[in-house]
């Protein structure tokens, strides 16, 4: 995948959850959930964009590792929105499939430029 194709992904999956921010009830848990999954998801795309800017390997590495964590959180919301009962876990589970393939892509891409850079400090991060 290039990186175009993987920035379009995660701008993808952003307004994808956007829309789903969207269709969550107007209630105090509601609004919660919808808060931390609109921000979680949105800085999927927003952090990827920032590691491909990255001025070194470790600086990308880093930015990477944000982007999994987020894109792993974002799941956690959705988990929650469907354990809260404001959606059926059926609806979300391809939004839910994107946001693990993405922490997937996340970790073997971090892992590949750790093992590209042995003498830094980033090999722990195998």
């Avoid at 891409?109 to 195998?126: D, E, G």
Wanted: glycine share 6%.
């Amino acid at each position: 995948m290039t990186e175009k194709e993987l920035k379009d992904r995660t701008k993808n999956f952003a307004l994808r959850v956007l829309k789903l921010v969207d269709t969550l009830p107007d209630t105090r848990s509601g609004r919660v959930l919808a808060g931390q999954l609109g921000r979680s998801g949105t800085s999927v795309g927003a952090n990827y964009r920032a590691a491909c800017r990255s001025r070194s390997t470790a600086e990308m590495i880093s930015r990477l590792s944000i982007v999994e964590e987020e894109a792993d959180e974002s799941a956690f919301w959705m988990e929650l929105v469907a354990d809260h009962g404001m959606m059926s876990t059926d609806k979300l589970a391809p939004l839910r499939q994107e946001a693990g393939e993405l922490t997937a892509i996340m970790v073997a891409s971090r892992k590949t430029l750790a093992a590209r850079n042995p003498k830094s400090r980033i090999q722990n991060l195998k």
